[in-house]
């Protein structure tokens, strides 16, 4: 779900900001520690796959999920200062929450994902989804913070979301509109009032 709220962002910032100066504000964007987030996608993509070939791999994924949150939480608190990383890092630490109370996982709701299809509603039924998600049950904890919102047409991509994912998304598409929006504010005032030597 936080790809939505990024290219949401770039397109709307895109629009607003212009195509070449745009890209070329979202190319300077500078983070603390700006590496740990293509690396700790990264690292979730290759758990993802890498679980289906080895059952070890598969019975840990939910304790490597939580180290992954907590080092998110982390960049995401060195750069707090930026526009919408607050929201970004409530966002996260609400699923953060939801998963740390449900043994590393992410509940999600059975009626909710039939947007999703039989296949996936029978996979989650069967407890044979391998990943960081389980149907949630009488036994699950704040499920309010699970996935519960089922998005389907006319949205672009049919998913089951969470409120963190929400507030997550929020705050990356306030960021990026800050980076490629007050810059372009700032260049308009210089070009206004030009420094005279």
């Known amino acids: 779900m936080v790809y939505d709220g990024v290219l949401l962002g770039l397109i709307v910032g895109l629009l607003r900001g212009g195509w ?76 953060f929450i939801v998963m740390a109370v449900n043994g590393g996982r992410m509940p999600v709701s059975l009626s909710a994902s039939e947007v999703l299809g039989p296949y996936y509603t029978d996979m989650l039924k069967s407890g044979s989804v391998i990943s960081k998600h389980y149907m949630m049950d009488a036994g699950t904890h704040l499920s309010l913070l699970g996935d519960i919102i089922p998005l389907s047409k006319p949205y672009p991509r049919t998913q089951v979301i969470s409120i ?19 810059n372009k504010k700032k260049d308009n005032q210089q070009e206004t009032n030009p420094r005279h030597a």
Do not use: C, T
Request: glycine content about 10%.
């Open 164 to 182: 963190g994912d929400v507030v997550m998304n929020f705050g990356m598409f306030l960021f990026i509109q800050s980076v490629m929006i007050v």
């Open 20 to 95: 070449r100066q745009g890209l070329i504000r979202f190319s300077q964007i500078r983070l603390i520690a700006g590496w740990m987030f293509p690396l700790l996608l990264l690292v979730q993509f290759i758990i993802f796959y890498a679980q289906e070939k080895w059952a070890w791999l598969a019975s840990i994924n939910g304790y490597l999920f939580m180290g992954i949150y907590v080092i998110g939480l982390i960049f995401l608190w060195l750069n707090r200062h930026h526009k919408g990383f607050g929201l970004i890092f409530i966002g996260v630490l609400l699923n």
